[in-house]
């Protein structure tokens, strides 16, 4: 068993994961922001913790993240906002990596996404150019952590079922349901061999487990 949480706990992805890792064993906390979610959260089996890590410091999220054994970045600004999106797409994330490395938590999993990259490419005008840049910077700051990190890039999110089965070679971003986005994290917590890589991945047709494994 091992204790794990997720911020960003009342997310798509994060919502699909909570009762698959509640039902192996394992002891899940889903940081949310909206107190009204906690119901949410309850029915997965999961322990709600209200807190806006958005405007904590690291030291108040060294504190939430202070017994588990693995943190679970899956939250984002959403966009719209680019003030808001470097606040919690790269601030917010840089300090619950500071955070965890105070806390102890080894181990850290990002959900980025396929094109994360210094150069991503994206056009300053581009609305999406905040979130790219934002991601970027993030992502590189957990690179160079002390932290036992895994970086996680899904290519287009859809609704689509759980098959188990993802693509972690493909050269071009396509589609994957947020269930198999799910259905890896999980997997990579059980996968030593996945600390310090980056797993970009499409919906595919190798199991999850073999498809992540060095």
Request: glycine content about 8%; overall charge negative; cysteine-free.
């Amino acid at each position: 068993m091992s204790r794990i949480i997720i911020i960003g706990g009342h997310g798509k992805i994060a919502r699909l994961l909570e009762p698959e890792l509640v039902q192996r064993g394992d002891r899940v906390t889903a940081v949310i922001r909206n107190p009204d979610h906690a119901s949410d959260i309850e029915s997965t089996g999961a322990t709600p913790v209200v807190a806006d890590v958005e405007r904590l410091d690291t030291a108040a999220i060294a504190e939430i993240l202070d017994g588990h054994d693995a943190v679970i970045w899956s939250a984002g600004a959403g966009g719209g906002d680019p003030e808001r999106t470097y606040a919690v797409d790269r601030d917010a994330a840089v300090r619950t990596m500071e955070a965890a490395e105070r806390a102890g938590v080894r181990r850290f999993v990002m959900v980025s996404y396929f094109g994360a990259r210094p150069d991503h490419g994206v056009d300053p005008e581009n609305s999406f150019f905040p979130y790219a840049e934002a991601k970027a910077e993030a992502d590189e700051r957990l690179r160079a952590s002390t932290l036992d990190w895994t970086m996680l890039g899904p290519s287009r999110l859809t609704h689509g079922d759980v098959t188990g089965r993802i693509d972690a070679d493909a050269p071009e971003a396509d589609s994957v349901s947020r269930a198999n986005v799910a259905l890896t994290i999980m997997s990579v917590l059980d996968d030593d061999s996945t600390i310090g890589r980056t797993i970009r991945f499409n919906d595919g047709d190798i199991p999850v487990a073999e498809a992540i494994r060095l």
